[in-house]
């Protein structure tokens, strides 16, 4: 059937050809600006020149997208009030004083996407005429640092500066010398190596800077100290340490991501840090001592400083949230976290972490976490008193680690089950995870579980509970015992189990269920408990679904594709469509009928009924439908195909 569905496509293609060719709104060489009382934009529209008739007036000017190559008019009437002018995406390269003067106004100008590394030295004279300008964007024109620094040397009421996307390889000293105002910068996507001492020391407002993507390898001396946010993601740095001294840091956001840092960063007087990035580094240890200085590529005489008898992360009382994902701890050092008392969410997924510590004077202490992620680790073993210790964890994620949820008796028993106080205990085989009342979201995927013990979540009353990528997993009747009136969100996705082995109890409240990827060839009683809105069913070993009507009643999509479907029990698929539901994947779904002894695999939307011995009457409804979903997937392809032509052709579509 699918040459019949590329029929339509061409039939309808063509009259939509012949339109978008009569049309004359495309071609290019009519400028179509679209333009108001004081904004004019003339985005995309093929503009070789500076426009010059546009009206008295204006205060916004888009140009973007266009071929431009130079800002050169000597006369322009009618821009005295322009304050915005947007030229990215075209092809300067040159800029004349004569045009600039004639823009007292312009507060920003945006030139991103250009070629203004050409006649450089002319084009930055002309710009020290810019006196009012606030907002410059000079991303994206190969510009070097001289370069760069020559195009801002006179602009004084600068604000926002974005230098991205040049060839920078280093900050001259005197670059920011007449910006004191200063307030965002970004140098992220150069090749700057080197920041010459002084060089940002004029900059005495600036409040976010962005230096991501580039090659530095050291900062230390860090003395901005009215900074909010500062980007260092993706450079090669080793070391990061602030200044000594008495003030405090303003510092909130730090990315410090994608680096080479072998430990977490001295930051003593960053107390208002809420955020801060330290995902794929190095880090192998939390603990204060040695950071390793034989493992540095570079030696650096900063490096003497580094006595690490304090605790880092002691000042960082206001941080929120802290991300150490991709690094390699292969210890969770309880007591480093206690000093983080404002901690809201922790990431330490995949490290090497084989176990949880604490020291003895962190006995008791509680941390303020509500979301943990702990996925692919090597942990085998979490003891009581870690979730003794996360009284307010509503997230947990423990996917790709070899845990086994422990056993427990139904009512409220447990927290003596738990083990040793420290640490894991060598004979604890199981992780406890019941009698967590504020736990709500747990991830178990990709942990080996081989049996789920009756009652494991007891008392943990979880919204959403993830069980894939467990092979062979087996549950008892009563494993989600506990979880009848809570739980909403269940995956067993991939997990090789047939109908024996998934067991369901009645799930009052569950709403989404994945069942994809196992051998079940009937779906679990107790699923009629459940008000389902979406079930997925894909490649498992089901031949017909039974009695759809009793747990359908407010579903709203199943997907079924990859099951041996039985074309001549296809009722269950007319009473999911006469009950409204979507089944988004039937396009691609197959049944098996039987013809002379063998067995013929055929698609659902395209096989006949009547091949089947059907009671009469049924047949030609069923055909009818199967025309119908043939003629609105007719219909969808068309639309698809004019949407990507024109952005309004659904709407003529469906006028039609
Ligand atoms: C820079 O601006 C000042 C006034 O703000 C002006 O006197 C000076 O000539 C300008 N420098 C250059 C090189 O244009
Ligand atoms: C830092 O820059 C990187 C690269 O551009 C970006 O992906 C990341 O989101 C930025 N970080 C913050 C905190 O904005
Ligand atoms: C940290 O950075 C990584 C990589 O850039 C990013 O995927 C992650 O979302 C960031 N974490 C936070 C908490 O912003
Ligand atoms: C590091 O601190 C210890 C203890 O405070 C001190 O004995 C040692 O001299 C310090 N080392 C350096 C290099 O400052
Ligand atoms: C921790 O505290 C509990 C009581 O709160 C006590 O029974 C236990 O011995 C303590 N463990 C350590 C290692 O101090
Ligand atoms: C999974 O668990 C079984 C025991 O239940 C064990 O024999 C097997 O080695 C484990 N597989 C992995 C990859 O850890
Ligand atoms: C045809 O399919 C049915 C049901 O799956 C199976 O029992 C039978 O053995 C198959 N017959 C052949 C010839 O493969």
């Known amino acids: 059937m699918l040459w019949a569905a590329r029929g339509c496509f061409l039939l309808w293609l063509l009259p939509s050809i012949l339109r978008a060719r009569a049309s004359p709104e495309t071609r290019p060489s009519s400028p179509l600006c679209q333009q108001s009382p004081t904004k004019v934009s003339c985005k995309g529209v093929g503009l070789r020149k500076f426009p010059k008739e546009l009206g008295q007036g204006i205060k916004y000017l888009e140009l973007s997208n266009n071929f431009i190559q130079s800002l050169s008019g000597s006369n322009m009437p009618g821009f005295g009030h322009l304050e915005y002018l947007d030229v990215c995406f075209n092809q300067l390269e040159a800029i004349s004083a004569t045009t600039l003067a004639q823009l007292p106004r312009l507060r920003s100008l945006l030139l991103g996407s250009n070629h203004l590394d050409q006649n450089y030295l002319a084009n930055g004279e002309a710009f020290h005429l810019l006196r009012n300008i606030e907002v410059l964007d000079l991303s994206v024109n190969n510009l070097e640092s001289h370069m760069a620094s020559w195009y801002i040397s006179n602009l004084t009421s600068l604000r926002v500066l974005d230098l991205s996307g040049n060839t920078m390889t280093k900050l001259l000293a005197g670059t920011f010398r007449n910006s004191p105002r200063l307030r965002q910068l970004d140098l992220s996507n150069n090749y700057i190596m080197e920041i010459q001492e002084g060089a940002f020391e004029p900059l005495e407002e600036l409040e976010v800077l962005n230096l991501a993507l580039n090659s530095l390898h050291c900062v230390s001396g860090f003395s901005l100290l009215q900074l909010r946010v500062l980007n260092l993601s993706h450079n090669a740095l080793e ?243 506990g979880l009848e009136l809570s739980l909403q969100e269940l995956s067993l996705k991939d997990n090789q189990m047939d109908e024996g082995q998934a067991a369901l109890p009645c799930l009052g409240t569950l709403r989404v269920l994945d069942l994809s990827g196992n051998h079940l060839s009937l779906l679990p009683t107790g699923l009629s408990c459940s008000p389902l809105e979406s079930l997925d069913i ?119």
């Open 538 to 656: 894909r490649n498992n070993n089901l031949q017909t679904l039974g009695t759809v009507r009793s747990w359908s009643h407010s579903l709203r999509a199943v997907s079924v594709a990859g099951n041996p479907w039985n074309c001549c029990s296809l009722g269950w698929l007319d009473t999911l469509r006469a009950a409204g539901v979507a089944v988004p994947d039937l396009h691609q779904s197959r049944c098996v009928f039987q013809e002379h002894g063998r067995n013929i695999s055929a698609r659902i939307t395209g096989t006949p009924r009547w091949i089947c011995p059907q009671p009469k009457g049924t047949a030609s409804l069923a055909l009818l439908m199967v025309l119908m979903g043939l003629s609105l997937l007719c219909a969808w392809a068309f639309c698809f195909l004019r949407k990507g032509r024109k952005a309004t052709g659904c709407v003529g579509c469906r006028s039609n």
């Open 239 to 481: 070391l990061f340490s602030s200044e000594e001294g008495a003030e405090p840091y303003l510092l909130r956001v730090l990315d410090l991501s994608h680096n080479r840092l072998l430990s977490f960063p001295e930051l003593p007087r960053a107390h208002d840090l809420t955020h801060l990035n330290l995902s794929n580094n190095l880090i192998a240890s939390l603990l204060p001592g040695s950071p390793y200085p034989r493992e540095f590529v570079l030696l650096y005489k900063e490096m003497q400083r580094f006595n690490r008898t304090v605790r880092p992360a002691a000042a960082l009382t206001h941080m929120v949230d802290l991300d150490l994902s991709n690094n390699r701890l292969e210890l969770f050092p309880f007591s480093f976290f206690h000093s983080l008392g404002s901690l809201h969410s922790l990431s330490l997924a995949r490290n090497c972490l084989q176990d949880v510590a604490r020291d003895s004077a962190s006995n008791g202490t509680e941390l303020s976490m509500r979301l943990l992620d702990l996925h692919s680790n090597a942990l085998r073993v979490l003891p009581r008193w870690f979730f003794d210790s996360l009284p307010h964890l509503e997230s947990i994620d423990l996917g790709s680690n070899s845990l086994q949820p422990c056993e427990s008796q139904g009512s409220d028993q447990g927290k003596d089950l738990g083990g040793d106080p420290r640490t894991s205990a060598p004979g604890d085989t199981c992780t406890p995870l019941y009698n967590m009342p504020r736990l709500k979201h747990l991830s178990l995927s990709k942990n080996n579980i081989s049996r789920l013990q009756p009652h494991a979540f007891n008392q943990t009353p979880l919204l959403s509970l993830d069980l894939s990528g467990n092979r062979d997993l087996s549950m008892s009747t009563g494993a989600l015992g």
